[in-house]
């Protein structure tokens, strides 16, 4: 049909509409772990990233911000499955939305001050801009679904 799909309970996300985009087959599944996986490997290549940020006070400063960022998208994209009630499930997408933002705006202003490889902050903007839209599609398909059921 194409929209997301969740089970509020496990996690679990049917996104036939961007399957080419996010590199899956026609009909395959978008799971839990699968975003579970990919978040941390996001959270990860924004580590190594900031590696080879230059050494002074600026680059230390949004190093730490763009650092809990990133981890905090895997972090509060984990803890959805601990979601108490689909008003919860739906706070805690919220929570994943805005660290997925703010990353992206860290990464912005490194490209902005070419901290370090443009290549990397571009491949890292998109899998960020990715991950926000996976996550607002679900929010959207979430609050629909709640309406529908009233």
Not at 44 to 61: C, Q, R, S, W, Y
Request: charged share 25%; hydrophobic share 45%.
């Amino acid at each position: 049909m194409g929209f997301s799909i969740w089970d509020w309970r496990i996690g679990i996300c049917e996104l036939g509409f961007a399957n080419w985009e996010l590199g899956l087959g026609w009909g395959e599944m978008m799971d839990k772990r699968t975003l579970q996986n990919r978040t941390m490997k996001f959270a990860i290549d924004v580590i190594k990233l900031t590696e080879g940020f230059p050494k002074n006070t600026a680059a230390f400063v949004i190093e730490k911000q763009i650092i809990r960022s990133a981890t905090s998208v895997a972090a509060n994209y984990r803890s959805i499955s601990r979601a108490k009630s689909k008003m919860d499930f739906i706070n805690k997408l919220r929570i994943v939305e805005e660290e997925a933002d703010e990353t992206m705006f860290w990464i912005e202003l490194c490209k902005e001050l070419n901290f370090t490889d443009q290549t990397t902050l571009n491949k890292l903007h998109i899998e960020a801009n990715e991950i926000l839209s996976i996550i607002v599609a679900s929010i959207k398909t979430m609050k629909n679904n709640l309406k529908r059921k009233q």
